[in-house]
């Protein structure tokens, strides 16, 4: 199959770069692949022919999106939009990733959200995405959403990396994590695996893609900074304590109800996830942290 990466030098997209490697693959990024520009998608479209899409461009700044609105909603609204038709027009496979914060997070954990619950974002990060999902719900586009939770690679930013780099630089500090907000940590390759199963089974559908069980982000620090073997104190604090330009929701755990049902799951406990993920990188993880 021949597979098209959108936003492919981000932290999902190099992953399903190299875990796709058995199918024909082409990874592109701004400014060679604009999915806001239609002659830039229907240059790259006609030239290479893919079977399928997979769109993990996004904009992804939740702080600046709150005042970057345009933009916010350009990359996640108008570029599925874009790809939608297209895919609808030469009947391509079109597979976008999407997010928990289109969840309000105002239920009890560890209840967690299905596909079947009522999406009311409450940022507009959250409004932008929850757009762009809807611009795919047309007749004649075959597709799949995949909803995905506190993402973490070996490429790119995430939390995981903003947390190594003030426990290796200044471990004396220590490190104060929220505990009063609660989700599914998710490894990119592990979601990589997962659209892979996707497109290969051609499972139209919303899904709920993220790791297994859940925890707090003090949870998922602590756990990390353990297997990491570093000597740097985590200790829990609230959100009350860590002012944010935008409102997080507090329970955000996902479950990945349909593709249970669809017996396509293939993701795992996020505690085993990130076992892994620290058995593979945690030399290169340590080297980017010290810079
Ligand atoms: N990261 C998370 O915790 C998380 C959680 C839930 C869901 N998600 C979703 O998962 C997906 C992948 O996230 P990620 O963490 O891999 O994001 P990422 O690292 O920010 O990658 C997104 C890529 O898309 C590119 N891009 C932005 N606008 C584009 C455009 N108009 N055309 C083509 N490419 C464009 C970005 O380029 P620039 O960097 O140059 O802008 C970047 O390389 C996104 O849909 C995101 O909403 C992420």
């Known amino acids: 199959m021949r597979i098209l990466i ?169 490190l104060r994590v929220v505990n009063d907000q609660y989700g599914t940590p998710t490894w990119s390759r592990r979601l990589a695996e997962q659209i892979l199963a996707v497109v290969e089974a051609q499972a139209v559908g919303l899904f709920h893609a993220s790791g297994e069980g859940w925890c707090s982000w003090y949870d998922f620090a602590s756990e990390f900074i353990r297997l990491m073997g570093i000597d740097c104190e985590v200790r829990p604090c609230a959100t009350s304590e860590y002012p944010s330009a935008t409102a997080r929701p507090a329970n955000s755990i996902l479950e990945n109800a349909a593709l249970k049902r669809a017996g396509l799951n293939r993701m795992r406990d996020w505690k085993e996830d990130l076992a892994e993920y620290v058995s593979r990188y945690r030399d290169a993880l340590l080297r980017e942290a010290r810079g």
């Open 6 to 174: 959108t936003g492919g030098r981000g932290q999902l997209g190099r992953d399903c770069r190299e875990v796709f490697a058995g199918h024909t693959v082409l990874a592109l990024d701004l400014p060679n692949l604009d999915i806001t520009s239609e002659a830039s998608v229907d240059g790259v479209i006609d030239l290479w022919k893919p079977d399928a899409i997979v769109n993990c461009a996004a904009y992804t700044a939740v702080d600046r999106a709150e005042h970057d609105e345009t933009k916010a909603y350009a990359a996640n609204r108008d570029g599925p939009r874009l790809l939608a038709t297209r895919a609808k027009a030469r009947d391509l496979f079109l597979v976008h990733i999407s997010t928990d914060y289109v969840f309000p997070g105002d239920r009890p954990v560890p209840e967690p959200w299905v596909e079947t619950d009522t999406p009311a974002p409450a940022s507009i990060y959250g409004k932008s995405k929850l757009a762009g999902e809807r611009e795919l719900d047309v007749e004649g586009v075959r597709h799949a959403i995949l909803r995905t939770a506190w993402l973490y690679g070996a490429h790119g930013y995430n939390f995981l990396k903003t947390i190594l780099r003030h426990a290796v630089r200044e471990p004396s500090k220590g």
